[in-house]
């Protein structure tokens, strides 16, 4: 048997976690989960140096609450 290597191009990686159309995924999952939210949520763009993308936050003491009481930002994102 011969052994396979595989080398990993982090600089390919880091460019395609940057890359429009992952970008416009991530935003597309947000808003959706956002939906399912309603209000007392919002979405943020994130960026790094290896990676682009949105987070969702409260940005309100209820929603807050709701969040800690019913895990509601796990829910929405993993869609349960």
Known sequence: MSEVKIKLLYRGFNELRKSAEVVDECKR???NALVNLGEGYEIEPR??????????????????????????????????
């Open 29 to 31: 999952h947000a808003e």
């Open 47 to 80: 960026s790094t140096s290896q990676r682009s993308g949105y987070a969702i936050r409260t940005n309100s003491y209820e929603s807050m609450l709701d969040n800690e009481k019913n895990n509601s930002l796990a829910k929405a994102v993993l869609g349960g």
